[in-house]
């Protein structure tokens, strides 16, 4: 029996790096060829990290290539993951997963007609901080969550991303973009969402490009950039999230649970690592005490400083799931719900009023430190 599946890329823009970079880390996946519509970026990459480069119908076809990377822009999630089923190739796609819950409907049936898997990230609710979140309130020790608070504001991708437009068409926005990473990380830790209701606006109607190679130019802004939501969870808690590109600074907390026994801060969800602390009925705030978690050990320079990043990991836990025959955390079981939370955000935003969900799931399994160390290749 293989021990190991070969991965193929398609899409070699910017993010493209990460899962090159990360991905050796892991058992169960090996990349062996990349693609991308323009093969000079390609072949970049291939050159850069040591693999095939292919046009992208060749590497459907690639009989080496077991499970294929989709990191397209957002508008073609769904179009290359099916292409990619269609060739009989698992799939594990960037976030978001697809642009509605019906597209994601159709993935999953046709992967599941085909025999297929179909995982999604984000997986930064993987790393060492939230699962040690996790484990807080699986053990209790903030009784039962009854309200939240979620926010991730800046101003923007135009100033340092070298080609921002897409952010700012249908598909992109702050909710689509960040929103990913808050969703999957509350459904980790409290569960499945029952129904919504937004605010949503846009501050302007353009952006001014301030980043290299196009600083000067503008681009029209055709999505929602301020996004404020209220999430009602099936069991019972109530929570803020906030994601908004139109905040030159702010003093919000990432995010934090309150439960009839006390609160719980998180770091930002975007990242595998950061503070957690915790506050009893006292109302005295302290650190959780660290636990030896891989997932959380510093292993990449940011502007903020040494931060944890194992992106990869989701990919890694589905191989490994398909390997071993269980069920993937970051599976197509939970991606549609998290594409139907805000999609029924922004129909909220642009309808007014609650929008009832149409999709559900259950929690994934956590992640405790043994269970980390058992998708690397080396322990960290």
């Not at 159709?106 to 990230?121: I, N, W, Y």
Request: glycine share 10%; aromatic share 8%; hydrophobic share 40%.
């Amino acid at each position: 029996m293989s021990t190991e599946l070969g991965i193929g890329i398609i899409g070699c823009g910017n993010i493209s790096t990460t899962y090159f970079d990360f991905a050796p880390l892991f058992r169960g996946i090996k990349v062996v060829a990349c693609a991308d519509l323009d093969l000079a970026a390609a072949q970049a990459r291939a050159t850069q990290y040591g693999v095939e480069a292919q046009s992208v119908a060749a590497l459907l076809d690639n009989p080496s290539v077991d499970l294929i990377i989709n990191l397209t822009i957002p508008g073609a999630h769904f179009a290359v993951a099916k292409a990619a089923l269609e060739a009989g190739k698992h799939v594990y796609s960037e976030k978001p997963f697809v642009l509605s819950t019906q597209e994601g409907k159709e993935l999953r049936d046709l992967a599941q007609s085909k025999g297929l898997s179909v995982g999604s990230a984000p997986d930064t609710y993987l790393g060492g901080a939230h699962q040690q979140a996790r484990a807080v309130l699986d053990a209790g020790d903030l009784g039962t969550i009854i309200a939240g608070t979620a926010y991730v504001m800046s101003h923007g991708m135009e100033h340092w991303h070298p080609n921002p437009d897409f952010f700012f068409q249908p598909g992109g926005g702050p909710m689509l973009d960040l929103g990913p990473y808050y969703l999957a990380n509350l459904i980790n830790l409290i569960g499945p969402v029952k129904r919504v209701a937004a605010l949503t606006s846009s501050a302007t109607p353009t952006r001014t490009i301030t980043s290299e190679p196009r600083a000067g130019e503008t681009i029209e802004v055709n999505t929602p950039t301020n996004i404020h939501a209220l999430l009602e969870f099936a069991q019972g808690a109530t929570v803020t999230l906030s994601t908004s590109w139109d905040v030159w600074a702010h003093r919000h907390g990432h995010m934090e649970l309150y439960g009839t026994e006390g609160s719980l801060f998180l770091p930002d969800p975007n990242f595998f690592s950061g503070p957690v602390e915790i506050a009893g009925r006292d109302g005295a705030i302290a650190p959780v005490a660290p636990w030896d978690h891989p997932f959380g050990v510093p292993n990449q320079e940011h502007k903020a400083g040494k931060l944890a990043n194992y992106r990869s990991a989701g990919l890694a836990d589905m191989a490994l799931a398909l390997l071993e025959g269980r069920e993937a955390r970051c599976s197509i079981d939970r991606a549609p719900h998290g594409i139907d939370i805000m999609s029924a955000i922004l129909r909220s935003g642009e309808e007014g009023g609650f929008v009832e969900l149409s999709t559900t799931c259950t929690r994934p399994e956590p992640l405790d430190p043994d269970a980390a160390r058992a998708l690397l290749r080396r322990v960290a």
